[in-house]
């Protein structure tokens, strides 16, 4: 297969399959053959890219041929958590197993798409080589910078004008044309001409390819993203006043359900509706809260099955927006929101399985006033062992 080290290319292509897959033998070597042939590999990322190979031939595992990119994507997804997972508790001889398993699943990717005649691994490896280089002009150049901050508001430039230099090319290689076109100065690069101006620019690609991402991490890219650009408070204050703003809006919606009337009224009732619609408790009036989901900014028949459908989807709304600023706070104070809240459900699994352990009786028999008391119990016995 000719090597191609083009990603533009590949892009544009729309990873349409080319003409004259790959087809090796259908004669089968033996499992001794198999086996020579991946451990005799130059190094072990030569054995793990042989051993792919020898897993999708005629002969391989019949599981593993019978993958493709679409069903593989979930693997991927799983081995990125479990490795992410090792890391944060600081196991590292499980970190060591999961990142090989993750990078064995790159390599069944790159291996994927060498069948299909679109590249290899060692492709991907130099256009990542190549495109990393053009994004540190600071270390591979002569720009000076005056820290992360700058780097960070760099690559973003560098990324605007790849996307330029791409669209109109289909196929032309992206990489650093010279150093000299880097300013010594980051903030002359503009009028170097390293961002092309909006006329020259496709629209907006704001949170592109970002949907994939777990929601917290994903509002907090995009609220880095959008903060290069100079969109961001100036000080944690303002942030911590704006969460306040949100909860405040939220405690509006919050009055007009009729479980949290109920609640207000009777701090000890409870009610049976998991919906949270009391159905015998007084209909709420209609809400005026503004920017509410609901344009006209009235809820139709009071107490009606459109009226609750019209509350809860204000409710999702303004909870998604408490959830945001709660993610903008995490930003400012340096603290990943995806992680700490990842931490924070670990640490509700080990309290809740002391419960467990601790009760005599199963969990659902008790009352809420005896689950409580032993949750404080497993949480203090847990904080003592710590």
């Avoid at 994004?135 to 996307?163: C, I, M, T, Y």
């Avoid at 509706?273 to 209609?286: C, L, R």
């Avoid at 809260?289 to 107490?303: C, H």
């Avoid at 303004?318 to 959830?323: A, C, H, S």
Wanted: charged share 30%.
């Amino acid at each position: 297969m000719q090597r191609r080290a083009s990603v533009p290319a590949i892009v544009s292509n729309k990873f349409q399959a080319v003409s004259g897959k790959m087809n090796p033998s259908d004669s089968s070597p033996s499992p001794a053959q198999k086996l020579d042939r991946v451990q005799s590999a130059s190094h072990s990322l030569q054995s793990m890219i042989e051993l792919a190979a020898v897993l999708r031939e005629p002969g391989g595992c019949d599981w593993d041929r019978k993958q493709d990119l679409k069903s593989m994507q979930p693997h991927l997804l799983e081995e990125a958590h479990e490795l992410i997972h090792a890391v944060s508790i600081g196991d590292l001889e499980n970190f060591k197993e999961e990142l090989a398993d993750l990078l064995f699943l790159v390599v069944f990717f790159a291996r994927l798409a060498e069948e299909q005649g679109w590249f290899d691994l060692y492709d991907a490896a130099a256009a990542g080589v190549e495109k990393l280089i053009f994004r540190h002009p600071h270390v591979f150049g002569d720009l000076e910078v005056s820290g992360a901050d700058q780097v960070l508001k760099n690559w973003e430039r560098l990324k605007e004008k790849e996307k330029a230099r791409s669209r109109d090319l289909d196929g032309a290689t992206i990489g650093p044309e010279s150093t000299a076109e880097q300013s010594k100065n980051p903030d002359d690069v503009d009028d170097r001409n390293l961002i092309p101006t909006r006329n020259d620019r496709s629209p907006s690609e704001f949170g592109k390819n970002t949907a994939y991402l777990p929601g917290l991490h994903r509002a907090e890219k995009l609220q880095k993203k959008a903060a290069l650009k100079g969109f961001d408070w100036t000080n944690i204050r303002d942030v911590r006043a704006k969460l306040d703003e949100e909860l405040a809006e939220l405690d509006e919606l919050l009055a007009q359900l009729p479980q949290y009337q109920s609640e207000t009224a009777n701090p000890g009732a409870r009610t049976t509706s998991k919906s949270g619609f009391d159905e015998t408790a007084k209909s709420p009036a209609a809400p005026t809260i503004s920017g509410d989901p609901v344009e006209s900014g009235e809820y139709s028949d009071p107490g009606s099955e459109e009226q609750k459908k019209q509350l809860q989807a204000a409710l999702t709304d303004e909870l998604g927006d408490v959830l945001f600023c709660v993610v903008n706070l995490a930003r400012h104070l340096h603290v990943p929101a995806e992680l700490s809240i990842h931490e924070t459900c670990e640490k509700f699994i080990r309290r809740f399985r002391e419960m467990e352990d601790m009760s005599s009786s199963d969990l659902e028999d008790l009352d809420l006033d005896e689950l409580e008391s032993l949750y404080q119990k497993a949480k203090a016995k847990l904080s003592n062992v710590s």
